[in-house]
């Protein structure tokens, strides 16, 4: 009984002696290496799979580290602006081309991906110097037709006239119609506002030139066929935000702001 127990392996037991390695078992030993380890950084995956294995606690998640910068940097910064002019020309052509439709009403399907401000301040510019430089033309044609002896001289007060009633209106009209339809609960935007009348101004530019025929029936017809048109363009895009019939008043105030402005136009430029 006693010798049975004799024959059991004992190297496994507390305070036996160790079994003895010979060198050609000590030389087929892995050599490993614990990798380094704090609190903050952990050892990556040991099994050398795919995965990311643990993260520091300061890392960021990959889709935040993806995320495109801001563009803006303040309100008083130039370069926060500059992403509203990064349009090209054929661009601002076929903007400018499609505000000579006033059926249709997709300018906003247009503009929706890239909503540009330097075509508004373009033909906002452009027109200011026609209005002032052609008032004076054709105010000088009338004269010279009425009595060739009249004096003429350049009237500068066209030039402030012109600036206060295009940027005013290009700015104020689309602003609270803005600030009107998001009190409505609507979802406009602001910057697609502000791009689509600016671009229907456009329509007056051609028709200044015009204007400068010396004869008073045609003038009436040639800007009053401009103001509809141009409001019409903009009625029909506003008509998308205004889908209640409630709000189909918004629609015509918009319409006849345009027909008001153009008749503002030939009555104090080319009287």
């Given amino acids: 009984m006693d010798e049975s ?22 030389k087929n030993v892995v050599n490993y290496e614990v990798p380094e380890a704090n609190m903050q950084t952990f050892p990556t995956n040991i099994n050398g ?7 520091t606690l300061g890392s960021l998640p990959e889709e935040f580290e993806q995320q495109p910068p801001n563009n803006w940097k303040g ?7 500059t992403q ?17 439709y006033p059926i249709g009403g997709d300018f906003f399907g247009r503009i929706d991906a890239n909503p540009d ?21 054709a105010t000088y044609l009338i004269q010279k037709h009425t009595d060739h002896k009249a004096s003429w001289s350049f009237e500068v007060g066209y030039v402030n006239v012109a600036v ?12 609270a ?12 935007k602001l910057l697609q506002f502000w791009c689509m009348w600016g671009y229907s101004l456009f329509i007056f530019v051609p028709s200044s030139f015009l204007l400068v025929i010396p004869i008073e029936v045609l ?31 918004m629609v015509v105030a918009a319409f006849f702001l345009q027909l008001a402005l153009a008749i503002f136009f030939k009555v104090w430029f080319f009287h």
């Fill in 177 to 188: 119609f803005y600030f009107l339809l998001r009190y409505l609960e609507s979802n406009p």
């Fill in 5 to 26: 127990y004799d024959n059991l392996p004992s190297s496994h037991l507390l305070g036996s002696v160790p079994a003895v390695v010979t060198e050609e078992k000590a």
């Fill in 219 to 249: 003038r009436w017809i040639i800007i009053l066929a401009a103001g509809i048109d141009s409001g019409m363009f903009v009625a029909t895009n506003l008509k998308t935000f205004v889908e209640p019939n409630e709000l189909t008043i």
């Fill in 117 to 137: 401000l330097y075509g508004p301040v373009w033909v906002s510019t452009t027109l200011i110097f026609v209005l002032a430089s052609l008032g004076n033309l």
């Fill in 84 to 100: 509203y002019f990064n349009v090209d020309t054929d661009t601002v052509i076929n903007r400018l081309m499609s505000s000579f």
């Fill in 49 to 55: 799979g795919g995965g990311r294995g643990y993260q």
């Fill in 164 to 175: 206060f009633s295009v940027y005013g209106y290009a700015i104020v009209v689309p602003l």
């Fill in 75 to 81: 309100i008083f910064s130039v370069s926060s602006y």
